[in-house]
C-alpha cells in the first residue's frame, strides 16, 4: 500500500472537499488513488469535525452548545448567506430553524419554570406564616393550661392544708 504525502494528501482532500466536492470516482481516476483511500481520508476528516459533502451529522451528533453556537451564528445572516453556511457546515436551514425554535422553547419554558418558583416560594411563605401564628396560639394554650393546672394544685393543697 503506497504512502502519499501530506501535501498530496491535503490537495487531493481540497478537490473533494469545498467549496469544489469533485466526486470520490472522478478524483480517484485523476489521481489514480483507490477509492477506499480516498473513503478513509474523508472518514478521518469527518471525525475531526470537517464538513464531508454527502454526509450530514445528525442532530444526536450535535451538542447542545454547538446547535447554540450555529443558531447565535447564523441569525444575522441573509438567506443566501445561511444557504452558503450551511453548505460548509453540511446542515440544512430547516434544522437551524428547528434548533432555533428549541432554544427559543427552552427559554420561555425556563420563564415559566421561574414564575412556578415564584408562586411556591410565595404560597410556602404563606403557609409558614400561617403555621407560626398556629404555633403561637398553641403555645398560649399550652402556657395558660400549665398556668391552670399549677394553680389547681396550689387550690387542692391549700384545701388539704385546712383539713389537718
Known sequence: MPRYSAERKAAVLKKLLPPHNHSV????TEEGISDATLYSWLKQ?????VPVPGYTQGDSEWSPDAKLA???????LSEAELG???RVKGLYPEQIQQWKAAC???AGRQEDQEKAAHKQRKEDRKTIKELKAEVRRKDKVVAETTSLLVLSKKLDALYSGEDD
Open 70 to 76: 450555529v443558531v447565535i451564528e447564523t441569525a444575522t
Open 25 to 28: 470516482a472522478s478524483v480517484a
Open 45 to 49: 476528516c469527518r471525525v475531526k469535525g
Open 104 to 106: 427559543l422553547e427552552g
Open 84 to 86: 452558503a453556511y450551511c
